[in-house]
């Protein structure tokens, strides 16, 4: 059993922390609370490492970010609602199609703007970098 599909299923995480998973196709929620203009889904799942999880709906989660006093908004679009995870993924593949850079050195994931201005940092926190934010519900910067 891969890793990252052993934590994102067993490991406790509370809902601040967004794990950046640079081999995911999508991102990952596991509480349906979370969730803007949310759609359930019937008879859907997904792969995960060497094992498959529910998928009941899909929808977009709003995060906040606190950079040094700053505050800004991270829309995850189509986010997966899947229950049965502990942890909540963002997409790696998702970070890049949205034409943001993700440098990973010293211990943290620096995301950017196409500008080079910095979006989010994820640090390394239990082998996993892990974005702390707040989920909100509203709107503003879409990956």
């Given at each position: 059993?891969?890793?990252?599909?052993?934590?994102?299923l067993?490991?406790?995480?509370?809902?601040?922390?967004?794990?950046?998973?640079?081999?995911?196709?999508?991102?990952?929620?596991?509480?349906?609370?979370?969730?803007?203009?949310?759609?359930?889904?019937?008879?859907?799942?997904?792969?995960?490492?060497?094992?498959?999880?529910?998928?009941?709906?899909?929808?977009?989660?709003?995060?906040?970010?606190?950079?040094?006093?700053?505050?800004?908004?991270?829309?995850?679009?189509?986010?997966?609602?899947?229950?049965?995870?502990?942890?909540?993924?963002?997409?790696g593949?998702?970070?890049?199609?949205?034409?943001?850079?993700?440098?990973?050195?010293?211990?943290?994931?620096?995301?950017?703007?196409?500008?080079?201005?910095?979006?989010?940092?994820?640090?390394?926190?239990?082998?996993?970098?892990?974005?702390?934010?707040?989920?909100?519900?509203?709107?503003?910067?879409?990956?």
């Amino acid at each position: 059993m891969s890793a990252i599909y052993a934590s994102a299923l067993y490991a406790d995480s509370d809902e601040t922390e967004w794990i950046i998973d640079t081999a995911a196709t999508d991102h990952f929620c596991n509480k349906k609370e979370l969730f803007q203009n949310y759609k359930e889904l019937k008879n859907k799942s997904a792969t995960l490492g060497e094992g498959n999880t529910v998928i009941c709906g899909i929808g977009n989660a709003v995060l906040e970010i606190d950079r040094n006093g700053e505050k800004s908004r991270l829309i995850l679009l189509n986010d997966l609602h899947a229950p049965h995870m502990r942890r909540n993924l963002i997409s790696g593949r998702l970070i890049d199609k949205a034409g943001l850079t993700a440098v990973r050195r010293n211990k943290k994931i620096n995301v950017n703007y196409p500008s080079g201005d910095e979006m989010f940092i994820a640090y390394l926190k239990n082998n996993f970098y892990v974005l702390q934010a707040k989920v909100l519900k509203s709107s503003s910067s879409n990956l």
